[in-house]
């Protein structure tokens, strides 16, 4: 298992991978087909994913196992699967990734609150201590628990990685413009909020992914940074918001322009760069070319 936060420390910025979902559609996925499915069915297609984000110069790259967790594998009657789609999700990636690539397992929400009782503290916990030890046995070298916006939740999951394995933890929140230009998630968690709570939770490296463009995550960069004094931060961020055209749904920030934009992000403070929805390995290609490595 490899350190993150050593490789982090050497200076240099690190380039993520770009979204996953948007490639899998492309390779076939339905709507209202479960993702996590494919690592045991259709395991080359998903391994081509990864291995496309590895060849367009990717530092790291992620596993299939964003809503992995049993919670949300129940509503496709596969909770009792989740070890197994997890641990294969892993697998896949440090086969594309080889040994010299970081691999982080990714965990995403469960959609359950607990303010709202619709699920208990050790029934989440549980739920994220099955996905990090199934990628440990996989292979992977870090976790990043992302997409997140409830504080409650980010501890959980934080907490289950680093009471049972020995995973450097990232995590990165969802952030949403508001009228009076500040940025919080849908229950209105700040950037300086999750920074404060996540760090206190053992987070390794904080950051925000998903919900905006490149140039809106500029300003969220800065926020964190303010907050975080010397914690590495992750960014993953959209291209740009979805439009719809016809039947299709398409983001607008091609990798030429978002090539234009990550000088600014590293300037405001980010460390890892890569992509959420809408982006593609010409996109991170683009970001490697910009950062001129």
């Known amino acids: 298992m490899k350190s993150l936060l050593d490789a982090l420390r050497s200076g240099k910025t690190l380039v993520s991978d770009g979204a996953w979902g948007t490639m899998l559609y492309e390779k076939g996925l339905k709507a209202g087909e479960c993702p996590e499915l494919w690592n ?89 201590k099955e996905q990090a030890l199934a990628f440990e046995k996989g292979g992977a070298d870090a976790v990043v628990v992302e997409t997140f916006y409830a504080i409650d939740e980010a501890e959980t999951a934080i907490k289950a990685i680093k009471e049972n394995t020995d995973f450097e933890v990232a995590c990165t929140f969802t952030f949403e413009p508001q009228q009076d230009g500040s940025f919080k998630t849908m229950t209105g968690v700040s950037p300086e909020d999750m920074v404060r709570a996540t760090l206190a939770a053992g987070a390794d490296v904080v950051g925000t992914n998903c919900g905006n463009g490149f140039e809106k995550m500029v300003e969220i960069i800065a926020s964190i940074r303010a907050a975080a004094g010397d914690t590495p931060i992750l960014v993953h ?50 970001l490697k070319a910009a950062l001129g490595r």
Request: net charge negative; aromatic share 8%.
């Open 40 to 128: 045991a069915t259709n395991p080359d297609k998903v391994r081509e994913v990864a291995a496309a984000y590895i060849e367009a110069g990717s530092d790291m790259i992620e596993t299939n196992s964003f809503g992995g967790n049993r919670l949300k594998l129940a509503q496709y009657n596969l909770a009792d699967r989740a070890f197994e789609l997890n641990e294969a999700a892993a697998r896949i990636s440090r086969e594309a990734a080889g040994e010299d690539r970081f691999v982080l397992g990714s965990i995403g929400p469960t959609g359950k609150f607990l303010m709202m009782g619709d699920v208990t503290e050790q029934e989440l916990y549980d739920s994220f």
């Open 237 to 286: 961020a959209n291209a740009g918001m979805p439009q719809a055209e016809g039947d299709r749904v398409v983001y607008p920030e091609t990798p030429e322009f978002v090539a234009k934009v990550v000088p600014k992000m590293v300037e405001a403070g980010a460390n890892v760069v890569g992509g959420c929805c809408g982006t593609t390995p010409a996109h991170v290609k683009a």
